[in-house]
Structures are given as C-alpha cells and as structure tokens.
C-alpha cells in the first residue's frame, strides 16, 4: 500500500525564526509513529501543517495523496487531538463528543460513552472546570472514538495519572489490533510510549534528525565505561554522542551496532560494555544541541 | 503487568524469548495455540506489529506454526530444539566468561569444577 | 454527516449563547419595564427601547462566537468553509426563529393584551413596525443579520490579521465616521440627510443594508480561509 502522508522540504518560518525547517518524511498505513523530539522543537508546529490548520512556509504536504486543505474527503479521515485545544465556554464534555460524532465518518458512539466511564469523566461537567488529566483524558476519548484513519495525538497525556496513562496504552492497542490506523503520538516524555512505537522521528530545533524503525534503534548505541585515556583509544574511530567524566573513569555513548569485533577489543582493553535505551538514545542525540547553544551564549 | 519489557534491546526478540521460556518452562505445550498479537501487546503494553514480528520469528525457525483462519500454536518438537539451542547459549554466555573470568582471578579449572559442584550442592 | 450540518449541530450544542443568554437579558429588561409600567398604572403609553438588547447581542455574538468555535470546529477536522457556511445557518435560524417570536410577543402586546394590561410598549414601536407582517419579519431578521456580520467580519480581520489589523480596522471606523461628519457640516448637508433617512420606511432602509450585509459576509468568508488556528 501507499504513504498515507508525505511531507516534502516543509518549512515553517515566522519572521527571521525557523520554526520547522526542510523537514521530509513519509508514513506507511496502519502503523504507529512516534513523534519525539523536546518541547519546542517544532512538532505542534509539523502537526498543523499536516492538517491544514496552519500553512507552511514552504514545502508540501500531502495527506491520502492530496493536498490537505479545505479537502473534505481528506479532512474527514485526519483526527489531530492537541493538548492546548480551546472549547467554547459553555461546552460540557457531552457536548464534545455529541459535536465529534458530527465530524468523523467512522465515530463509534458507544465506544465513547464506554471510554468516558473507564476514564472517569463526568459526562455533565462544564469543560472549563476540568482538571488538566481530565482534559487529557478528553482528548483521548474523541481521539479513539474517531477511528480516524490519520490519527495525530500531542502530548495525550499531560496530567493523567498512572492509571490513566495505562488505561490510555491498553485502550490504544487493543482498539489499534481490531481498527488499525495510523497513529501518531507526539510527545517530549518518550519513556513513556516508546515501547507502544513501531517507527519514530525525532525531530530537533526544527529538523528531522531520525526517521527508524523503533526496534532497530534500540540496541544501536551501547556505552563504555573505564579508565579515560583507555575510553579514548576505544572511541578514536568511533561517533560517541555522549561522554561524561567521574574521577579517572570516563563513559563514552557510541552509534553503531555492537559488533562481535567492537565487543571483543573493549574486553580486551578491559571497558565495560551497557546498552543504550530507546529514550537515553534519543535523550542524547537532542541534548547535544543544547549544549552547543549554551556554550556559543 | 508480570514483565517488564527492556528498551535497550530490540522488543520483537524479547517478545521471542518470552515465548520460547513459556515453551521450556512448559507454560505452553506443543500443539497449543499461543495468544494472538493483541494479547500479547496487551500484556506487555507494546506495539502489536512488534509482538507480531516476535511471532514470525519463531515461526521462521520453526518453533511455531500458523494454522490458517485459527492461529499460531506451538510445533511438535519445539521444546526440544529449543532446549538445545539455549544450550548452547548457555556455554556462550555464561560457561566462557565464567572461565575468563576465573582466569582473572587466578583459578584452576580444577578449582573451578570443584566450585561448581559445591553450589551444585548448596542447590539441593 | 454533512459537514455543514455538523457546525449548525455544534452551535446549536451551545444553547446558552444563542437562547438563553440574549432571552433572558431581554425578559429581564422586559420585566423591568413592565414593573415600571405598572407603578406608572397605564396613564400613558411607555415606550421602551428594551428590545434593542438582542439586536445589540447579536453584533457582540458576532464578535465572540468566532474566537469561541473557529479553533474548535478546524480541530475537528472541519473545513474552514463548512465552518462559514455552517455558521451563517445557524445565525440566519437563529434571525428568524427571533424575529418570528418578537413579531408575535409583539401582536399579543398590541392586539390582545392591549400593552399587557399597563401599556407598556416593549416588543411593538413606532417606525419600526410600520408596514405589513412580512416586511416586520423582513426587518428584525436583516437587521439582526446585518449586526450579526458586523460583529463577525471585526473578529475574521482579528483572526486572519491579528491586533494589527484589527487596530487599523477600528481606526478606519473612527475616522470615516469623523470624515462623513465634518463633510457634512462643511457643506451644511445635515438637514438633507435627515430628509433622506426620514423619507423612507424601515423596511426601505432595511434594503439598502443588505447588500452590505453581503459584503461583510464574503470578506469574513474570504479572511477565514486564509486563517490560521
């Protein structure tokens, strides 16, 4: 089957900043993507251009292999939950859902009023005097209940508790295996939803610096931990993204499949080897930005 | 949740391990169907496609079947390959880096032999 | 479901925007009134002007609806022109189902209650209800449509130019206002222009606003499908 989405070259500048720049990628159907990166990095940003609710700069978007906006056939399939959405003020949380049904094709009412109970939701309150977790948990309700082809949550879970954020993770997946669709989940706490991810990009200061398959990444990079001067002769030919000093120890994080050759000369040298996680990986391929800004101020 | 799943290695091949204990450990029988990618992505919170590609490689070695329009269930013979091939694991992982290792500090293989039946022992 | 459609059920969810709140700020003028009417014991007729209170909502709901439902009804994946379309059924309902209920609060005032028992004249003027039934209906409804836009093409230039645009917009309606008048002190036209305006029936005026009307819909239409969430 065909991308559901492809985006080319977009670019996102307000004035002189570059809010989201050159950024190309594609998705696959029926998969779930993780769009990470730190706050402000421009994923929102990304989002509303995909569904037509903001206008790049430059670049194009295409969504079901057309352009996004005011395209009701490709608008009708797209559901983006966000996590700062506006309400109208006297709305209750049954009016959001009895309007959602309005708008997706695919809306299964009864799987909402049942989301609404599991997540505790009082059908009657006024949406201004919810809680953060229970706007969240709003959001989630609509965005499943959509059964959107193209569904895009930011940030799903600001506030919800833990019960709620696994409540959150079976609802996903068991609804995902008996409706697949596409999913993206974009957020800056990847511990979190990595495991439910089977492709990210990690998007950074505006560009995709990752587009892999989840599985792939993890084991990818590995640490090694010893005496400095022998880190340095073991990291000579190597990319390392992370060095960190402790004493006379040094650990250095390095990209790269551990070979069975990579694995024999730390042992020889006498290093310590630990795999990376998925979040650690990522933690450091953005943090190393931060760090260079810092220093250049 | 019983597991916990490790992100720093690929989830697919711990989702296969998992499956391969449960047919050691007799958790699950030969010719037994094993649970679909929705309870096992369900059970360990993970995506279903990479439950589903723990599956299929089992299935690729063998060790699992598709019945179509049933589902995956557990081969004949399963427990046995699997037995041996873990076997040879073990040797890998833990017989020659406990040699290396008692290299290091100095002890005899006799030593050694000594040692393992002595915790053998502490076992019982 | 036609998306349309689904607009005019999303505002239609918010009843207390476009029923409740404007019907009560007038029935309270209204009793009001009529407490006032009966202290005065029916001497003479009171004219009110409370009515004016939901022609007055309707300009102010035209401003507000839009910040309220605009970033709501595009999050839903609504097209920015069902979002137009949509919201310019709702309020033309909305008109007529007032304008029907203000004509006939306007009969029982006159023809059965004879002012409610005080005469007090709050839903049936003079001037304003000159003319047969259909040209009364004609001009509650355009001149609610009319204020409505007024109000809803001053949010759009908000929302598509922001405080810029909407700063110079005001700015224009101060000064074309200020212009109009010293031209016609200038050359002494003021009695003319009330000759003119008096010279016509409401409902005569009523035309001549539509067609503005019209223009301040497309603009809105047009700032819309450039705006932005």
Known sequence: ?297 | MGFIIDDSRPIFMQIAERIEDDVIEGRLLEESQVPSKIQIATFYQINPATAAKGVSLLVDQGILYKKRGIGIFVATGARTLLMEKRREQFFEQYVVSMIQEAEKLGITAEHLSEMIKRGAKRDE | MNRTAGIIKMHYRDKWTWFIIPWSIMMFSFVVNLIIGVFLRGEEVHYTGGISSIFIYLFIAGMFTLSQTFPFAISLSARRKDYFLGTAAMVAMVSAVTAAALLLLGIIETQLTGGWGVRVQFFHLPYVNDGNMLQQLWIYFSVMLHLFFFGFVMASVHRRFRMTGLILLLAIMLVVPAVAVTVLTYYRWWDDMFGWLSGYTAFQHTLWMLPLTIVYALLSYLFLRKSTV
Request: hydrophobic share 40%.
């Open chain 1, 1 to 297: 089957m065909s991308n559901i989405l492809e985006v080319q070259r977009l670019t996102k500048s307000y004035g002189g900043a570059t809010a989201v720049n050159e950024v190309s990628f594609a998705l696959e159907p029926e998969k779930i993507y993780g769009l990470l990166g730190r706050n402000g990095a421009g994923k929102t940003t990304i989002m509303h251009m995909i569904t037509a609710q903001l206008f790049p700069t430059r670049g194009e978007v295409k969504v079901f292999g057309e352009n996004p906006y005011e395209n009701e056939r490709i608008l009708s399939r797209i559901c983006f939950i966000k996590e700062s959405q506006k309400y109208p003020d006297t709305y209750r949380v049954v009016d959001v859902l009895e309007a959602a049904a309005a708008f997706y094709p695919n809306w299964d009412r009864d799987y909402a009023y049942a989301l609404l109970e599991d997540f505790r939701l009082p059908p009657k309150r006024n949406m201004k005097k919810l809680s953060r977790g229970m706007l969240s948990a709003v959001g989630i309700v609509v965005g499943l209940a959509s059964r959107a082809p193209l569904t895009i949550f930011d940030e799903p879970y600001l506030g919800l508790d833990a019960v709620s954020r696994s409540l959150f993770y079976d609802r996903l997946i068991e609804d995902y295996g008996e409706h697949p669709r596409t999913v993206i989940l974009s957020t800056h706490l990847i511990d979190e939803v990595s495991q439910l991810l089977e492709h990210v990009l990690v998007i950074d200061e505006g560009k995709l610096i990752m587009n892999e398959d989840a599985d792939a990444l993890r084991g990818r990079a590995f640490t090694v931990v010893g005496t400095s001067s022998k880190v340095d002769a073991y990291t000579a030919e190597k990319e390392v993204i992370n060095r960190s000093m402790f004493g006379g120890l040094a650990s250095a994080t390095i990209v790269g499949d551990m070979t069975v050759n990579d694995k024999k000369q730390a042992e020889a040298l006498g290093l310590e080897l630990a795999t990376v996680s998925l979040q650690q990986l990522i933690v450091y391929l953005t943090r190393g930005n931060l760090e260079r800004k810092a220093v250049e101020v």
